[in-house]
């Protein structure tokens, strides 16, 4: 027992015999041509995975996530992927999502949502922001061995989504779907951003859009 040095977590996973089996054996097993795009997609997503994640999951989890992270390359899509500690001492979240979208406040709401969702008592992250459109952040939640509650992951990842929606998310749906789509886009374009934080506080979006309405007539 003890800790990793420094370089177990800088070498290429080629460079060490556990890994290199490890995700050796993943591509293997996922079918996918080794100089192809999604060969060379998959390579690189196992060589940036966590390396706390890549040393402990089994190859079939492993297999599993690696292959549900290659179907969002190239997607502007949500996903959340849960591994439970085989001891309960924590459950580690994985959590891809547009990294226009990303943001502090945000990141700290899905702590808490999944804190709730798992019984935790503490929880600590880290953020990864590449060139991909997705961003990965990876939220640990410390638990207590035997006190894991039973959890959906599709519906904590639909309670995540939610609490990432912005007020001018909000806003644009309520548009389209009072004005159409072409004249909805039209006024959330002109009028989308023109809204102070305390009005938004206040109000929910679908009440700016009389009030957009008025704001366009006065044009």
Same mark, same amino acid.
């Given at each position: 027992?003890?800790?990793y040095s420094s370089?177990a977590?800088?070498?290429?996973p080629a460079?060490?015999?556990l890994?290199?089996r490890?995700?050796a054996?993943?591509?293997?097993?996922?079918g996918v041509?080794?100089g192809?795009h999604?060969?060379k997609?998959?390579l690189?997503i196992l060589?940036?995975?966590?390396?706390?994640?890549?040393?402990?999951?089994g190859?079939?989890?492993?297999?599993q996530?690696?292959?549900?992270?290659l179907?969002?390359?190239?997607?502007?899509?949500?996903?959340l992927f849960?591994?439970?500690?085989?001891?309960e001492?924590f459950?580690?979240?994985?959590?891809?999502a547009?990294r226009e979208n990303y943001s502090?406040e945000?990141?700290?709401?899905?702590?808490?949502i999944?804190?709730?969702?798992?019984?935790?008592s503490?929880?600590?992250f880290?953020?990864?922001?590449?060139?991909?459109?997705?961003?990965?952040?990876q939220i640990i939640v410390?638990?207590?061995?035997?006190?894991? $509650?039973q959890?959906?992951?599709? &519906?904590?990842? /639909? =309670?995540?989504?939610?609490?990432?929606?912005?007020?001018?998310?909000d !806003?644009?749906v309520?548009?389209?779907e009072?004005?159409?789509e072409?004249?909805?886009?039209?006024?959330?374009r002109?009028f989308?951003?023109a809204? $102070?934080?305390?009005?938004?506080? &206040?109000f929910p /979006? =679908?009440?700016a859009?009389?009030?957009?309405?008025?704001m366009?007539? !006065?044009t």
């Amino acid at each position: 027992l003890g800790l990793y040095s420094s370089t177990a977590y800088s070498a290429s996973p080629a460079d060490i015999p556990l890994l290199r089996r490890k995700t050796a054996n993943v591509v293997a097993r996922a079918g996918v041509a080794a100089g192809s795009h999604a060969g060379k997609a998959l390579l690189n997503i196992l060589a940036t995975y966590p390396r706390d994640e890549l040393f402990q999951t089994g190859e079939d989890d492993l297999l599993q996530t690696a292959m549900g992270i290659l179907h969002l390359y190239d997607r502007h899509r949500f996903r959340l992927f849960v591994r439970r500690d085989p001891f309960e001492r924590f459950l580690s979240c994985l959590i891809y999502a547009p990294r226009e979208n990303y943001s502090t406040e945000m990141r700290q709401k899905w702590q808490a949502i999944l804190l709730q969702a798992f019984n935790g008592s503490s929880s600590e992250f880290n953020v990864s922001l590449s060139e991909s459109m997705l961003a990965r952040i990876q939220i640990i939640v410390r638990t207590t061995p035997g006190a894991i $509650p039973q959890f959906d992951v599709r &519906e904590i990842e /639909a =309670r995540l989504v939610q609490a990432a929606r912005r007020w001018t998310d909000d !806003l644009k749906v309520a548009l389209v779907e009072a004005l159409g789509e072409a004249h909805g886009n039209d006024r959330f374009r002109q009028f989308g951003h023109a809204f $102070p934080a305390g009005y938004r506080e &206040e109000f929910p /979006a =679908r009440a700016a859009v009389p009030h957009i309405e008025q704001m366009a007539k !006065l044009t």
